[in-house]
């Protein structure tokens, strides 16, 4: 026993060491020998990440929600790989939120940035190649046979020479008195048998049945529903209101004020929105009570003048400037964004004396974690946190407002409460992608060269709020994303940063900085193109000597496209590309402009360079998802202002994209032998430019607004 | 009281007759198929079928509802067309408004064997989807048509 005991404990370890080398030092915890006691005694855990079980099946642990990106069919494919198990043998399982479950890199358990499988490939290749030698090493004690005349094989150990074959579920238990060995050797890439392939999601079965359990669809026994009645205006509270009247709607048991909302609490959903109706609210006038588009717009258009904080300079832009041949000046506004996920905000939340259970879908576990620990003032081990599936994330279940909320309520109740927020107060609570305006300047010299790049960019800072930290020397780090690290070759370049304050709140909306960088970017290289009259593919190529990924991507996507064909009048072909997460995307777009000066987008053509490929079919999904929401915010999306707060309350003055208005989209994936890159994101930036660069050519209008009229 | 037929199975409930039937059917009668997305019916997530027709349940109360037939995701065959192309074609990502996609199509396939793409795009027009499964949904449809068969 004392020796099993101290195997294990060296096991954990030399585990434990395998994945240190993967994260920072304190953002690391290792199971107890207790807790691995109580696990083992029926599975063989080589670490946390994967259980093997007596039973055949074999237990992944996945650290990361599933909004849609497909993670919970890519991550296990990754262990899957290294270990030779038969894909039918996998179960998928949802960490709970712990410190075992912490991203490597990150150091905090979270969802974003298109950093799945960019941060987990290398635990999880060594997670499942560590167990894999452990079972050849169980196998060849058990047959007698030397190691190197074992292989593996869809689940199980195979000896060549007797063709014997033992499952894996028959070795774990010698298998899990070994040692972890601390550097497996990982499969070489050509013996790949699933990473590569399209193998159909994990999660798609339940989706179509309806059987999927998103946060809204979590219910708990004796559990209250909660409804909250909101401001219309920032910074707006409470000055008086009808709790008695509430009350005495039946079925409507609490009634909190928190001072500057109001929680309403009932047996079912619709009599808590009763309740809430006769709450004859009165509020104070906002903070600021004039705040509109039009204070908004002048606000931003007004910082252009301010000086910026300095965020890159190579050579010397004015004097470039004043030597150019020809120059330009041009400035891009676009809109605040709202997030607009399907599932509106909700949480579930059971707060008791000694313990607390919450239900949310969420993409930030550790930060639901250290709300509820700040609320409940319980410690890490007493709270259980369920992620539920999401019914679309994008940035916004980064935020924890709701966890926070349900957390309050239960407390005050002693019950569990399921919070469920309206799509009105989704759309008027939201953490906006960041309204914001560049002024570019840019010269050519008399050969067509492009010299010199200057570019003022005033936005809101993100970063302020959610990781001050990373704001360095005052430049948020999302406002200058795409930017800073601008991929064309100029001789001289400067790039500034106005923040601005507004009482908007801003938060990651998906790409962040890239959604709207990307746009001016890539807007105005094409009028630089059209000034020094070269073709726009061609200027941006001769641009791209040393960065032949985004040159590679473009040349795919023109080629797809038949970038020299002619079209129509009245038709148009723009080109874009955009490095974003480690991906490389190029989209071509061709639009038509009818006589109403409507713009429809007909077909769009994508190449993607995201590095080594893990699902090609989840990869393409992401593109024209990508493609599909930037065309909706390029198009159609921007959130209104007035009095003083949101007037944008559902989707009849907030439209999305729908199946009508989609293009023909072609993906094309290049081979790549890269490290993976990100894919939820990356589709998104290039389409906004390519659509606006393809309506100059169809009109010769030239769009620097969005969401785009002619 | 009143008395609902959902897929097949009769419910008894006490409650007022104004309430959305979305939330009944929801809350009440816990068949979380059915999806909320934004009570004004813009947006097609809460697409059931009553007595064959596809209707948005948070525009109809419960009281309206009474002695029809109601089918949700949960009453359509789990081996239905539909459902079988949606998973050929690996239509959802993060599924929430896919219900709603599928109880839209169901009630267009019914009525036209062989929809035109124009006669899809109409049809399914009212059913948003934020992460954009517009083309697998309209393959889907397709393959569903031509009875599963690429």
């Known amino acids: 026993m004392t020796s099993r005991l101290m195997t294990r404990r060296k096991f954990l370890k030399i585990a434990g060491l395998t994945i240190a080398v993967l994260i920072t030092p304190s953002g690391y915890k290792l199971l107890s020998a207790k807790e691995m006691e109580k696990k083992t005694s029926e599975a063989f855990v080589p670490n946390i990440w994967l259980q093997i079980m007596t039973s055949d099946e074999i237990n992944i642990f996945v650290n990361k929600s599933e909004m849609g990106q497909g993670v919970y069919t890519s991550l296990p494919m990754i262990i899957a790989e290294e270990l030779d198990a038969d894909w039918k043998q996998i179960r998928l399982k949802v960490a709970p939120a712990s410190d075992e479950y912490k991203d490597p890199v990150w150091g905090s358990q979270a969802t974003g940035g298109s950093t799945s499988i960019r941060h987990m490939t290398e635990p999880l290749r060594k997670a499942g190649a560590a167990a894999r030698e452990m079972l050849i090493k169980a196998a060849s004690e058990i047959l007698g046979v030397p190691q190197s005349e074992c292989e593996t094989h869809m689940g199980e150990v195979v000896h060549t020479k007797s063709s014997k074959r033992i499952k894996y579920s028959g070795l774990v238990q010698k298998a899990s008195l070994l040692a972890v060995p601390q550097n497996p050797s990982l499969k070489r890439e050509e013996t790949f048998k699933l990473i590569g392939t399209s193998l159909p999601r994990i999660d798609i079965p339940d989706k179509v049945q309806g059987a999927a359990v998103f946060g809204m669809d979590v219910f708990i026994p004796d559990m209250l529903y909660a409804v909250m009645a909101r401001p219309y205006a920032y910074g707006s509270k409470i000055t008086s209101f009808d709790e008695q009247a509430a009350l005495h709607i039946e079925g409507v048991t609490h009634v909190i004020n928190f001072n500057d909302k109001i929680a309403v609490c009932a047996d079912k959903p619709d009599l808590a929105w009763k309740g809430k109706a006769v709450l004859r609210v009165k509020w104070s006038n906002g903070t600021s009570p004039n705040l509109d588009n039009g204070l908004l717009e002048k606000q931003f258009l007004k910082s252009l003048d301010n000086h910026g904080i300095k965020a890159r300079e190579e050579g010397e832009v004015s004097t470039a400037l004043s030597h150019a041949w020809k ?45 509820v620990k700040k609320e409940t003032g319980l410690r890490p081990d007493k709270i259980k946190i369920n992620t539920t599936y999401l019914g679309g994330g994008f940035g916004r279940r980064f935020e924890t407002d709701v966890v926070e909320e349900a957390v309050k309520i239960s407390k005050v109740v002693g019950r569990p409460v399921k919070l469920i927020w309206t799509r009105e ?90 959604s709207h960088n990307a746009f001016t970017v890539e807007s105005f290289i094409d009028e630089l193109a059209d000034l020094a009259q070269r073709d726009p593919l061609e200027f941006r190529l001769s641009l791209l000597n040393k960065n032949q990924r985004a040159k590679k991507v473009l040349e795919v996507a023109a080629e797809k496209a038949g970038w020299s064909k002619p079209l129509s009048k009245g038709e148009g072909r723009g080109i874009a590309q955009h490095l974003s997460f480690d991906s490389y995307v190029a989209q071509v777009a061709e639009v038509s402009v009818n006589k109403d000066k409507s713009i429809k987008v007909s077909r769009v053509i994508c190449a993607v360079d995201c590095g080594r490929i893990i699902n090609p079919a989840i990869i393409t999904a992401q593109m024209e998802s990508g493609i599909i929401m930037g065309l909706s915010a390029a198009l159609k999306e921007s959130v209104a202002f007035s009095k003083g707060g949101v007037q944008t309350s559902n989707f009849h003055d907030y439209d999305l994209m729908r199946i009508s208005e989609v293009p023909d989209i072609e993906v094309h994936i290049l081979k790549s032998n890269e490290k993976s890159g990100g894919i939820g994101e990356p589709g998104l930036p290039p389409i906004a430019p390519a659509v606006a660069n393809a309506v100059f050519k169809a009109t010769g209008a030239r769009l620097r607004n969005l969401p785009m009229t002619l | 009281m009143i008395s609902l037929l959902v897929n097949g199975k009769r419910y008894k409930l006490d409650i007022t007759p104004d309430v959305p039937l979305l939330w009944v059917i929801r809350e009440h009668l816990k068949l979380a198929g059915t999806k909320y997305g934004c009570g004004i019916g813009m947006c097609g997530c809460c697409t059931i079928h009553i007595n064959g027709k596809a209707k948005r349940s948070c525009q109809i109360t419960v009281g309206q509802a009474k002695g029809k037939k109601i089918t949700t995701i949960e009453g359509l065959s789990a081996s239905h067309p539909l459902k079988k192309a949606w998973v050929e074609e690996q239509v959802p990502q993060c599924g929430y408004c896919q219900p709603g996609q599928i109880m839209q199509a169901a009630e267009l396939l019914a009525e036209h064997r062989n929809p035109s793409d124009e006669k899809i795009m109409k049809t399914m027009e009212g059913n948003l989807c934020r992460c954009g499964t517009y083309p697998h949904i309209k393959r889907a449809i397709k393959l569903a048509a031509q009875g599963g068969k690429k």
């Open chain 1, 425 to 514: 107060e989704d759309m008027q609570n939201d953490f906006y992608r960041p309204a914001n305006c560049s002024r570019i300047s840019g010269g050519i010299d008399k050969a067509g060269n492009l010299t010199a790049w200057s570019h003022k960019i005033v936005c809101p800072s993100i970063f302020a709020r959610i990781f001050p930290g990373m704001v360095k020397d005052g430049i948020d780090p999302a406002a200058v994303e795409g930017l800073k690290n601008m991929e064309y070759e100029i001789p001289n370049i400067f790039v500034e940063y106005v923040r601005v304050d507004t009482p908007v709140p801003v938060g990651f909306w998906r790409s962040v900085g890239s």
């Open chain 1, 327 to 371: 120059k330009i000046e041009s400035t891009y506004l676009l809109p605040y964004l709202s997030h607009a996920t399907m599932e509106p905000m909700n949480c579930t939340a059971h707060v008791r004396k000694d313990r607390c259970e919450i239900w949310v879908p969420t993409q930030n576990q550790t930060g639901a974690l250290q709300v």
